[in-house]
């Protein structure tokens, strides 16, 4: 039997009290579609937002209906706070001249005037006092590299050249002739280069010389510092000053030579911007230069006038100290204003302080004597050939007693291209009894025992100290290279 409603209509009927109403017929509605077309599917955007309906007749607002997505705060970080200017570098440069945890020494000397050109101290190692160590400290004399933060006590180990430089000035105190002794000083790295000068910096503290030092002498060509234009040359080249550096020599000249400068009066009167009393010394001249970089060419040029210039008033004996000098012999990392490299001879004060090194005559030199102690550096030495060459042919003359005129005499490859301001010191720097060439070896047998056995007496060498073993810590260390040394003499345990 068929049914007479249809399903649509069937499922529409409901249980109800009330009659039942005749339900409107409703035709379904068709779509008409193609089976086939050309024209793409488009479907709606899922980056379009979708609309919020809006309930209620004040259309309230539906955004505190949704939820919530947990929102994390960007954390702030905190930035470490730099450190002040000049920490830093004080930092790189701090130096520790004792240990407490060091076993003391018992039975060592102090080193004095007294016995600096006695014999019998050779391979011992003698004391520094208190006001010598200021003094050293004020004129950056001691190196990061060496092993002062090791022992009680600092002392160093007098050599056979130690002993050689106190006897020449000796000479330069009790000749009547005030002659100035130049050494320049060449060595392997870790040779003591840098050792011996503070030794002789010590000896002219201690004998009441004035000191002039140059730490670092790559300072004046690395292009760390300011320079200005001066004047013209000779030859037509361009003549720069370096105030900064110039100042901060006087710096070390007023601090490590107080005492003496305040003694010294003015042989000689200055002109502006030098504005001095009638009672002014030479420590108020160099202070002048050392408080304003403005000043510090005039005023050094006025220090050297006072120093170099015969007077009425009393001037001691000079040292002028240069650690690393082979880096004024080349071009430096300066440019001029056509972008060209500067020679570091183009600098007033290094050219100034080489000439005063390879000048064969003793006019402009200190008027009552001194000694010019320079040092090439082993290991931070720049490659310039020219001044190689010059050194082999100071070799040639002192060590092989050769002329410069025989055949067998250093000369410039051919095809070469040598520095022409460095191949003009040759004839003061073979010239006889002008410059000394010290080449600075290792220790002998002697001096060898007497440093490690300073190591064992300070508790960092545990070992006995005998023949055979001094032996073979010279075989080690390349025959006795006080760097290597010190390396070898701290790790050796039994």
């Known amino acids: 039997m068929s049914l007479s ?3 649509e209509c069937l499922s529409r009927l409901r249980i109800s009290s009330t009659a039942i109403k005749a339900l409107p017929r409703s035709t379904p509605a068709w779509t008409q579609t193609s089976s086939f077309h050309r024209t793409a599917t488009q479907y709606k955007s899922p980056l379009v937002k979708k609309k919020s309906v809006q309930t209620g007749s004040s259309g309230g607002n539906t955004r505190s209906r949704q939820s919530q997505s ?36 018992s039975g060592m000397e102090t080193w004095t005037k007294e016995n600096v050109a006695e014999e019998k101290y050779i391979g011992q190692m003698m004391a520094l006092n208190g006001e010598l160590l200021d003094q050293l400290r ?18 160093v180990l007098i050599r056979e050249e130690t002993v050689r430089i106190a006897r020449d000035m000796i000479d330069v105190e009790d000749g009547g002739d005030k002659k100035l002794v130049k050494h320049l000083v060449t060595g392997e790295r ?21 000191v002039l030092n140059i730490p670092e002498a790559q300072e004046f060509v690395n292009n760390t510092s300011s320079y200005t234009p001066f ?10 000053n370096q105030p900064h550096l110039t100042q901060l020599l006087l710096q070390r000249a007023v601090a490590s030579n107080e005492t003496l400068l305040r003694g010294l009066k003015l042989n000689h009167t200055h002109s502006k911007p030098l504005t001095l009393g009638n009672k002014a010394t ?5 202070q002048l230069g050392a408080q304003d970089f403005h000043l510090a060419h005039t005023a050094w040029q006025a220090l050297y006038k ?25 071009p430096s990392l300066y440019r001029n204003a056509e972008h060209k490299l500067i020679h570091a001879h183009q600098f007033s004060l290094v050219r100034q302080l080489v000439r005063l090194l390879f000048s064969t005559s003793q006019e402009k030199s200190f008027i009552n004597g001194g000694m010019v102690f320079f040092s090439t550096s082993g290991s931070n030495s720049p490659a310039h050939p020219t001044f190689e060459l010059l050194l082999s042919q100071m070799r040639a003359v002192q060590r092989q007693h050769i002329s410069p005129s025989a055949p067998d005499f250093p000369l410039p490859k051919p095809y070469s291209k040598p520095d022409e301001r460095i191949l003009a010191l040759t004839g003061a720097a073979t010239a006889e009894q002008n410059v000394n060439l010290l080449d600075l070896k290792g220790l002998s047998r002697k001096e060898s025992r007497g440093y490690l056995e300073y190591f064992a007496r300070s508790g960092l060498l545990h070992q006995r100290v005998t023949d055979g073993f001094v032996g073979e810590m010279r075989g080690l260390s390349g025959g006795g290279v006080v760097g290597e040394l010190a390396r070898l003499g701290r790790r050796v345990v039994a």
């Open 5 to 7: 409603i249809c399903a």
């Open 70 to 105: 947990a929102r994390l705060k960007k954390k702030t970080r905190d930035r470490p706070k730099l450190p002040p200017v000049g920490e830093r570098r004080a930092q790189r440069r701090r130096i520790v001249l004792s240990n407490t945890n060091a076993i003391p020494v």
């Open 138 to 155: 004020d004129s950056r004399a001691f190196k990061t590299t060496q092993n002062w933060s090791l022992f009680r006590r600092p002392a």
């Open 190 to 210: 870790a040779s003591g280069k840098s050792l011996l000068i503070l030794q002789t910096m010590s000896m002219a503290y201690m004998k009441g010389w004035l």
């Open 231 to 240: 004047r013209l040359a000779e030859d037509s080249s361009q003549i720069y």
């Open 282 to 286: 030479l420590y108020d001249l160099a």
């Open 306 to 330: 006072e120093l170099s210039d015969p007077g009425v008033n009393f001037r001691p004996p000079v040292l002028l100290a240069a650690d690393g000098v082979d880096h004024w012999m080349g």
